[in-house]
């Protein structure tokens, strides 16, 4: 049971570049989650997803997509690269019900040049 | 918006103080108060979480306290050791889902 995936572990674009973060867990959760995290502003989250098929945005979605295909995987696509995106992020996944522990992922650093 | 916010940004304290992390919440439909602690380069850690049926809960030298009614919640923490130096995070469940809106983090700093 290796819980939450993420690769790649570091990464560094040129402004532009487009990438894909990947995500997967093998807990069967339904729901699964991406933040990110800047210096003193906690974890903001980006985007999620309640089920295979089903995603939906949170408070930063800007210039970040998502799919759900499979209940495992969550990955999030960067389309074109910006200074701004340079980031931590956190995938994250729990059962679905309220109240329920959420767990995160080793975090992706992401340098944007 | 939802929001949190979290008190103070950095706290240092001698070891075997006592420490205290405050935060505030604005979505009163929010049932589901977790903390997390983060060391440098790790990930997030759920250290001790609480509902909103519940006032206060304890693990060994942690514990959470709730106010409901002034959408307060938090983290105390007793007999502090070294290992204890790393941020906080706060988090409340937005309505009643799964997702969180968390505070900016508390630096906690333990001098031996």
């Known amino acids: 049971n290796a819980g939450v995936t993420q690769t790649p572990k570091f990464q560094v674009l040129k402004t532009g570049q487009s990438m894909t973060l990947q995500c997967a867990q093998d807990?069967?959760?339904?729901?699964m989650s991406w933040y990110r995290q800047d210096p003193g502003m906690g974890l903001r989250l980006i985007h999620y997803?309640?089920?295979?098929?089903?995603?939906d945005q949170g408070e930063v979605p800007n210039g970040y997509n998502v799919s759900r295909s499979t209940t495992e995987d969550f990955p999030l696509r960067l389309l074109s690269a910006a200074p701004s995106q340079t980031s931590v992020y956190f995938c994250?996944?729990?059962?679905?019900?309220?109240?329920?522990?959420?767990?995160f992922g080793e975090g992706s650093w992401l340098t944007v040049v | 918006g939802e929001n949190v916010e979290q008190h103070p940004s950095t706290l240092s304290v001698q070891e075997g103080d006592s420490a205290v992390i405050k935060c505030t919440y604005s979505d009163s439909a929010s049932n589901y108060f977790p903390w997390y602690k983060q060391e440098l380069g790790k990930r997030p850690q759920l250290i001790i979480d609480i509902r909103s049926n519940v006032g206060e809960k304890k693990d060994q030298r942690i514990a959470v306290t709730l106010n409901k009614t002034a959408k307060h919640f938090s983290l105390h923490i007793t007999e502090t050791q070294p290992e204890d130096s790393a941020v906080y995070f706060c988090a409340a469940s937005i309505k009643h889902t799964d997702k969180l809106i968390f505070g900016t983090g508390t630096r906690l700093q333990v001098f031996p």
């Open positions: 994250a996944s729990s059962t679905g019900s309220s109240g329920n522990t959420i767990y």
């Open positions: 997803s309640v089920g295979a098929g089903i995603t």
């Open positions: 807990m069967n959760h339904e729901y």
